[in-house]
């Protein structure tokens, strides 16, 4: 019983090790991006979204406050990750060459449906950026 213990324990560390490459810069595994980091110099707390259907201006139908991971209070950052890299998005999901970011008031996202929010395009800034873009700000937005 302990040599399982002990096996199930090795192969858990095993695993975990293999995951979590390249902890000190958590955004570069290899060469390839996946983080992308949206930082808040403003004085309000914001949401950020990303959308890949440009120049369509609606935002998706998924409302910034059902994920946390995209909320920046000020004088903090926002991540926004992908399961691949961000040059493969570009390559096969992305027909335009644009990513577009935007950024919403969180105020607005919670006194306002997302539907009313969606419909009239209530986001505060709206970045359209190329991939080169995004490799010339080191994959960094910084709002405002």
Known sequence: MK???????IISLIVLLTTCVNRGDSRIVGNEDYRLVVENKSNGTIYARYGIIYPDTTPDNYSPLNNKMYKAEPGYTSTLMI??????????????????????DANTLLTTPWDTVRKNCMYIKRYDLSLSDLQELDWTITYP
């Open 3 to 9: 040599a399982i213990k002990r096996y199930l324990i």
């Open 83 to 104: 399961r691949c890299c961000w040059e493969e998005l570009f390559q096969t999901r992305i027909p335009s060459d644009t990513l577009m970011i935007f950024i919403y």
